[in-house]
T-cell receptor, first 114, second 114 residues
Framework: EAQVTQNPRYLITVTGKKLTVTCSQN?????MSWYRQDPGLGLRQIYY???????DKGDVPEGYKVSRKEKRNFPLILESPSPNQTSLYFC?????????????FGPGTRLLVL | AQSVTQPDIHITVSEGASLELRCNYS??????LFWYVQSPGQGLQLLLK??????LVQGIKGFEAEFKRSQSSFNLRKPSVHWSDAAEYFC????????????FGTGTLLAVQP
């Protein structure tokens, strides 16, 4: 089944403890991105990647890192999480760059930073 | 700057009643518009999209949307709502370019009364 998977689905952590949220897609998609969803703000893009080893900042990149060493994986790294990073995170992928490409979303990772 | 507005934060309809969710966009060129649905605990699923051509777009699950350039609107409709339609609905416009990001509205939460 074609899908985008994220792990973990739920995570509670403490301020400053490094964490990684994994994202994987099995559709051979070139383009991947991360969004965060906050009440009243909709979804905002954190980082995106056009292909392996090609990443760039989205609208709200502060406090996050990403890597794209393999085409299928695009992990989101919070090196020193803070409470304002408590949010619902979505990974998305599409076949290629382009407005006509449908973006497929993962199930989301709900993060609570104490 | 591009933006999407969903004026209704929360809507309640009775099962079997018709539904219309409003979406207004601000975009300089021809917009590429999307409606996504987020069921509880799930990721975002694409309902339909508009790129060009016929302004009435059919989607999955019996939804349709009409693009009205003169009103900068892309409202989502369904003639008869089912209890399983209870979810949060997001309108989005494709930013295009290198980021390929979607600019989302803040969402409309739909409740369905029996």
């Amino acid at each position: 089944e074609a899908q985008v998977t994220q792990n973990p689905r739920y995570l509670i952590t403490v301020t400053g403890k490094k964490l990684t949220v994994t994202c994987s897609q099995n559709m051979n998609h070139e383009y991947m991105s991360w969004y965060r969803q906050d009440p009243g703000l909709g979804l905002r893009q954190i980082y995106y990647s056009m292909n392996v080893e090609v990443t760039d900042k989205g609208d709200v990149p502060e406090g996050y890192k990403v890597s794209r060493k393999e085409k299928r994986n695009f992990p989101l790294i919070l090196e020193s999480p803070s409470p304002n990073q408590t949010s619902l995170y979505f990974c998305a992928s599409s076949l290629s760059l382009g407005v006509r490409e449908t973006q497929y979303f993962g199930p989301g990772t709900r993060l609570l930073v104490l | 700057a591009q933006s999407v507005t969903q004026p209704d934060i929360h809507i309640t309809v009775s099962e079997g009643a018709s539904l219309e969710l409003r979406c207004n966009y601000s975009y300089g060129a021809t917009p590429y518009l999307f409606w996504y649905v987020q069921s509880p605990g799930q990721g975002l699923q694409l309902l339909l999209k508009y790129f060009s051509g016929d302004t009435l777009v059919q989607g999955i699950k019996g939804f349709e949307a009409e693009f009205k350039r003169s009103q900068s609107s892309f409202n989502l409709r369904k003639p008869s709502v089912h209890w399983s339609d209870a979810a949060e609905y997001f309108c989005a416009v494709a930013h295009g370019g290198a980021t390929n990001k979607l600019i989302f509205g803040t969402g409309t939460l739909l409740a369905v009364q029996p």
